[in-house]
């Protein structure tokens, strides 16, 4: 099991950035793929990054492509989700999660451990 806690979420301007940090403790961080996902209102939660161990392998939205960035840091058991140039449609309960395996799946199913989330709210 993984215990992961995100942070770094808040209000931001329509164009701005944030940076969200997820720190993790349990299970060797360096044998599985690391994501984050999102739940707008009124919306499922949905897959936005993910990352596998190596970092040789990430995925990302259509949505976000070009404009939000997944690292990870494997010495420090934590992985980042820069999100630049924000729109009102990234307001959402931002999730981390890590995956079964180190295949970066974009299915909820496919990971084992979530974080409690932290809002984000881009709003002028």
């Known amino acids: 099991q993984v215990l992961l806690v995100e942070s770094g979420g808040g209000l931001v301007q329509p164009g701005g950035s944030l940076r969200l940090s997820c720190a993790t403790s349990?299970?060797?961080?360096?044998?599985?793929?690391m994501a984050w996902f999102r739940q707008r209102p009124g919306k499922e939660r949905e897959f936005v990054a993910g990352v596998s161990w190596g970092t040789t392998i990430s995925n990302y939205a259509e949505s976000v492509k070009g404009r939000f960035t997944i690292s990870r840091d494997n010495a420090e058991n934590t992985v980042h989700l820069q999100m630049n140039s924000l729109k009102p449609e990234d307001t959402a309960v931002y999730y981390c999660?890590?995956?079964?395996?180190?295949?970066?799946?974009?299915?909820?199913?496919?990971?084992?451990?979530w974080g409690q989330g932290t809002q984000v709210t881009v709003s002028s």
């Open positions: 349990g299970r060797a961080f360096s044998t599985y793929a």
């Open positions: 999660a890590a995956a079964k395996t180190n295949y970066v799946s974009t299915m909820l199913g496919a990971y084992d451990d």
